[in-house]
């Protein structure tokens, strides 16, 4: 069956339905079935999602998408396809950037700091432990570990695990649910159900038509379509090579297919380097 609507994990489709300007009204009632009430976003602005370290030797950050709301709260919005080694770590290395980046140089500052969420959409469940098997929905700050109080109430990371939920169209209740339905199913649907008829949906439904995609966008989705089923292969592969072993094979095979360094970064948790001398070792070798 022909698909109609994009994929919203593939790295463009989730860009164009929640990272382009025009849409940042889809992305901002998304975010907020994520939020408590006291958090609710009324705007937002886009910034860069290229962020570098202090010193060439250190490893600069790539967010998918990062934002600010009205209040200066910054919001790094990761889409994680599959498991990855330390992924609780990178989050935490990536949620470092826009707090450090807040100094303001050459002035005297006394560290007040604007919040931070780092926003991680999985598909995959995680195997930490940390987290109650039935939610699919978590949030964690630093907290006092003898009282449970929060001890920093500025750094937030919220992560969800898209898997877990089940639910069929006619099951969907809150907005929660209709916006994780859409994420699981968005590719697999023919026309815009009855369930979803509130105003922020048809403009959804609107922008995710392939066919109303121009030239260059098609092809820019398709070839992310392509990396995308191309990563699952080569993910599926390293499985059965062994951990440490698969993840080489994975970075290699992604080079040949053409995907950017970037990417390849986020998938396999290689540094730049790494990747680089991997690709000038197979230049050589050819």
């Known amino acids: 069956m022909k698909e109609v609507y994009i994929n919203p994990f593939t790295d463009f489709g989730f860009k164009k339905l929640f990272g382009e300007e ?22 937002l602005t886009f910034h860069k999602n290229e962020h570098y370290a202090r010193t060439d030797a250190e490893r600069k950050a790539i967010f998918d998408l990062f934002c600010e709301n009205e209040k200066g709260e910054k919001f790094i919005i ?3 396809r599959a498991k990855q080694k330390n992924f609780m770590e990178r989050t935490i290395y990536y949620a470092t950037f826009p707090l450090q980046e807040q100094a303001e ?3 005297e ?11 991680g959409i999985l598909n995959f469940e995680l195997d930490t432990g940390l987290f109650p098997k039935e939610d699919l929905l ?10 449970g109080d929060v001890l920093y109430d500025k750094l937030t990371f919220i992560y969800l695990e898209t898997p877990k939920f089940t639910k069929t169209l006619d099951q969907l209740e809150s907005r929660f649910d209709k916006w994780l339905f859409l994420l699981r199913n968005l590719h697999l649907l023919e026309n815009r159900p009855q369930q979803l008829q509130e105003r922020v949906f048809e403009n959804f439904f609107e922008i995710a038509q392939i066919s109303k995609l121009d030239k260059m966008e098609a092809d820019q989705y398709q070839e992310s379509l392509k990396s995308m089923r191309d990563y699952y ?3 599926k592969y390293s499985r059965e090579q062994g951990e440490e072993e698969g993840v080489l094979k994975v970075a290699m095979n992604m080079l040949k297919l053409g995907v950017d360094i970037d990417i390849i970064v986020k998938s396999t948790n290689l540094s ?3 990747i680089e001398e991997l690709k000038n070792n197979n230049d050589k070798a050819n």
Request: proline share 5%; hydrophobic share 40%; aromatic share 10%.
């Open 138 to 147: 978590h949030t964690a700050k630093l907290m006092n570990v003898k009282t």
């Open 78 to 80: 990761e889409l994680q």
């Open 233 to 235: 292969n080569t993910i």
């Open 105 to 107: 140089p050459g002035k």
């Open 22 to 43: 025009q849409n940042k009204e889809m992305l901002i009632d998304f975010l907020n079935q994520l939020l408590p009430p006291e958090d609710q976003i009324q705007s």
């Open 109 to 119: 500052w006394a560290f007040d700091l604007k919040g931070v969420y780092s926003i």
């Open 272 to 274: 730049f380097h790494e």
